[in-house]
């Protein structure tokens, strides 16, 4: 959570929702939305047990085509799911 710095929901797909909500107003901020990512970057904290949750919740925010995606299981402090994107803002 933004605000509080507390990480929102003890599940995979809450935290998923909390992560893009974050990063989509982190593009809305430069003008950009989800679709203008060209690629993420996801950690999961166990890949195995989390990703067909974090996946659904993923499509959900997303359009085809789907930004091109790298899913690895890593070990997170504290943390389920971490994202990162990159977007591309036309000129």
């Known amino acids: 959570d933004p605000k509080t710095g507390e990480i929102v929901?003890?599940?995979?797909?809450?935290?998923?929702?909390?992560t893009l909500a974050n990063l989509a107003a982190i593009l809305a901020e430069h003008?950009?939305?989800?679709?203008?990512?060209?690629?993420?970057?996801?950690?999961?904290?166990?890949?195995h047990r989390d990703f067909a949750a974090y996946d659904e919740v993923y499509r959900e925010h997303f359009t085809k085509p789907y930004p091109v995606r790298t899913t690895v299981g890593s070990q997170l402090m504290n943390i389920l799911v971490e994202i990162d994107f990159v977007a591309y803002k036309k000129s």
Not at 9 to 18: E, F, M, N, S, W
């Open 31 to 47: 003008g950009l939305g989800l679709d203008d990512v060209v690629k993420s970057t996801v950690h999961l904290q166990d890949l």
């Open 9 to 18: 929901g003890t599940d995979v797909a809450t935290q998923t929702r909390q």
